[in-house]
């Protein structure tokens, strides 16, 4: 045995007991675990080797030496992808996955180029392999250790791949450094066949609650027989078109749990269009199914870019809001609530902390929820890459909404192949639950914000009028609030902090329960997941998807025989964005001739098909020509949801927030998170509650009014209004 080999080489530093951690010991379990996170039997031996690969720049005698003593830190990764080249040269997802599992995935150019600059270290690089192959002698590389396939399906395999090298990296230094971490970690399993018996139960007490909303409920009872006759089917794609109002949720959860039993699927993932609606929606799940399997995850809940003070927190066995939180980082739970934002931008991320929940992604059910929602320019990247991942993970994604876009693969939309639909007929449920009348006012020729008060003011019963933009909404609530007869006013729109908004929605379905007689004003927020029940909705002209969402605010129950649903065109009406206007006005012009054409289940479908094709460039980005060219970083930066980048404020004058903000400064006072520059996680989800996203035109002519807490906070101090929210001097110049 050489003197070399006896050399102990360490991964990690000494732990709080003093302990060092092998080498060989990390290498060795991330290997384990990241071949145990492979989407596919075939895939194994290619995932066990970048965990075992990962760190081999780590046999440096610099990297020892800074490890021993902190002293100049030499550069590691860069040579396990190095080695991983010169051991497998065409294998790419091992040279981006190894390269990329601290810095994040590169673009292909720079994987290139720290080949060839690598190439200059040759003598370093057979050491350190020399070392390697010491501690595992009996370490090869098959000769299929990755079937040849298409540029996306290697693409894709480089995701999953990245993901649980990260994952499973990360989770061995966890245990290394706070073995207490990983013990909180609930790693609780999907039950199927009790949260199915659990699911029904409640659903036929709901019935039982509810006996004048009888053929509602047979027609819910319909829909979840139905959809339960196509759960044994392979995994795949398939879509779910019911009514607003008609419980897709339900329903679509329920076929989930039937096809995840069938084709022993792990876990149900659940993305909706927005944050505000998650609350609802987890809320209702935790009441039928249990706290313990609902994982909530958005911004509000683990703030993904402040990954410095992963060991920060110390946890507290019994605290399984600790639990959850850590759940967050890689979804290892049953059942997770999630956002289009959240899940979209981390599939098409290039970051470690953002990347590594992807892998649990494989065998899951994928429900999305209003999927109409997505930006248009995204549309065929989104699909492409779902049709990667239910090729290579054994995955099923579901469309759920009342407005199914055109996804079928077409002429021009490289779409979905076989797209089954678990309702055949949906037609027969629209028909059954015409809830509404639509009128169009004036024609919808263009009408000043003086007539629609006018109409308003003659409505005998509550309503609620949803406009496109902020300071229209502003407007109009200032002048119909010198209505009388009512008696409340209300006021929605992102301005207003989530707690704000929360407490408003939930004391306007209160007044309705009741029977007050009242008048609200709201943005477009409104209109997926917000359980109103109104009479009369007023709604400016909007696209298509928005109308009908708009309309299932309108007599949402069936507990009148038909809602009013008026539509207007306001004059020099400022719309969200140009793509938006455009929808918009295709929208009108398909309905102007026949407004009845909305009570038709077909028609979003073929208004979905002639948008991407006439006003929106369905890859307007190139995201599937960058993919191809293995430039994972350009994707990265390419794919913004949300195309302004947004700031969060915390609201001084909130009245709910100010002794939590209070709590905060003290904390930031004291020496050791002053020092960091941190606070627990714990507060800064709280802190979500009372804060407003602005975009960087607010920030620039409002900056005398924000003032800096610290790195990460920004408080604005100036003027919060009772009914609006946010409102500085000019605040219809920022809105």
């Known amino acids: 045995m050489s003197e070399e080999k006896r050399k102990e080489f360490i991964a990690h530093s000494e732990n709080k007991e003093n302990k060092k951690h092998s080498l060989h010991d990390h290498l060795e379990r991330t290997a384990e675990l990241a071949s145990s996170f492979s989407p596919s039997d075939e895939l194994k031996h290619l995932f066990k080797l970048a965990g075992l690969l990962h760190d081999v720049g780590k046999y440096q005698d610099g990297f020892q030496e800074y490890l021993l003593t902190g002293k100049t830190k030499t550069p590691h990764a860069a040579f396990g992808a190095y080695n991983a080249y010169r051991l497998a040269k065409n294998i790419y997802p091992l040279q981006f996955a190894i390269q990329g599992h601290h810095a994040g995935i590169p673009d292909n150019a720079d994987r290139k180029n720290m080949i ?18 010491e501690d595992f002698p009996a370490f090869i590389i098959p000769d299929d250790i990755l079937p040849l396939r298409d540029l996306l399906h290697i693409e ?11 994952d499973a990296d990360w989770l061995d230094t966890e245990n290394h450094f706070q073995p207490e971490r990983i013990e909180s970690r609930e790693c609780i399993r999907l039950d199927q066949e009790q949260l199915c018996g659990q699911l029904i139960e409640k659903l036929m007490k709901k019935f039982q609650e509810f006996p004048t909303n009888g053929k509602i409920n047979l027609l819910r009872t319909k829909a979840r027989n139905e959809v339960a006759s196509v759960a044994k089917e392979q995994t795949g794609f398939y879509s779910l078109q019911l009514p607003t109002g008609l419980g897709k949720t339900l329903t679509s959860l329920y076929w989930a749990l039937l096809h995840a039993h069938h084709n022993n699927l792990k876990r149900i993932i659940i993305v909706l269009p927005y944050i505000n609606i998650i609350d609802q929606t987890a809320k209702t799940l935790k009441s039928i199914l249990g706290e313990e399997v609902i994982l909530e995850h958005h911004s509000g809940v683990i703030d993904e870019d402040r990954t410095n003070d992963m060991y920060e927190e110390t946890p507290n066995r019994e605290d399984k809001e600790f639990a959850k939180r850590l759940a967050c980082e890689n979804w290892d739970a049953p059942i997770i609530v999630t956002t289009s934002v959240q899940f979209f931008e981390s599939l098409f991320s290039n970051r470690p902390f953002k990347c590594r929940k992807n892998h649990n992604i494989a065998e899951s059910v994928v429900i999305f929820d209003e999927i109409q929602t997505l930006p248009k320019e995204y549309a065929e990247p989104i699909i492409v890459l779902l049709k990667n991942i239910a090729d290579l993970a054994r995955t099923s994604f579901l469309f759920c909404t009342a407005t199914q876009p055109a996804f079928a693969k077409r002429e021009g939309f490289d779409g979905i192949e076989n797209l089954r639909p678990l309702i055949t007929q949906p037609g027969e449920y629209f028909a059954a639950t015409q809830r509404v009348e639509y ?12 007539v629609i008060i006018e109409k308003l003011s003659l409505e005998q019963e509550s309503f609620l009028t949803i406009v496109n933009t902020k300071s229209v909404a502003r407007e109009l609530f200032k002048r119909i609030k010198q209505f009388s007869g009512y008696d409340n006013f209300y006021h929605l729109s992102t301005a207003m ?45 909007a696209p298509m998807d928005s109308v009908i969402q708009a309309a299932g605010r309108c007599n949402r129950n069936g507990l009148i025989e038909k809602g009013k649903v008026v539509l207007f065109n306001l004059e020099k009406h400022k719309m969200p ?7 918009a006005g ?72 100010l ?27 709280k802190l979500q509650q009372f804060s407003v996203q602005v975009y960087p035109d607010f920030l620039k002519k409002h900056s005398d009014q924000i003032i800096h807490l610290n790195d990460s906070i920004k408080i604005y101090v100036g003027n919060y209004n009772d009914d609006f929210g946010l409102s500085p001097t000019d605040v219809e110049t920022v809105f």
């Open 577 to 583: 964005d140009e793509t938006y206007k455009a929808c």
């Open 116 to 133: 060839e600059d690598y190439e200059d270290n040759e003598k370093t690089a057979d050491i350190l392999l020399k070392r390697f192959e």
């Open 659 to 685: 002794s939590l903000l209070e709590v905060i400064k003290q904390l930031i006072d004291t020496e050791k998170l002053a020092k960091r520059n941190l606070i627990r996680r714990e507060h800064y989800r």
């Open 497 to 541: 902090c989530p707690h704000h908004r929360k407490k408003t929605i939930d004391a306007i379905i209160s007044d309705l329960e009741n029977k007050k007689r009242i008048a609200v004003i709201s943005t477009q927020l409104v209109e997926a997941g917000v359980d109103f029940d109104f009479p009369i909705v007023y709604r400016a002209i």
């Open 156 to 166: 894709c395999v480089t995701r999953f791949l990245f993901s649980s090298l990260t």
């Open 586 to 657: 295709f929208a009108a012009m398909t309905i102007k001739d026949n407004v009845n054409l909305l009570h038709n289940a077909q028609t979003f479908e073929r208004y979905y098909e002639q948008v991407t094709t006439l006003f929106v460039n369905a890859d307007k980005y190139m995201i599937t020509k960058k993919r191809r060219g293995f430039d994972f970083k350009t994707v990265c930066e390419s794919f913004k949801i949300i195309d302004q980048p947004t700031t969060s404020l915390v609201v001084e004058k909130y009245p709910e927030g």
């Open 439 to 450: 009128e169009l006012l004036n024609e919808l020729e263009e009408v000043q914000l003086d």
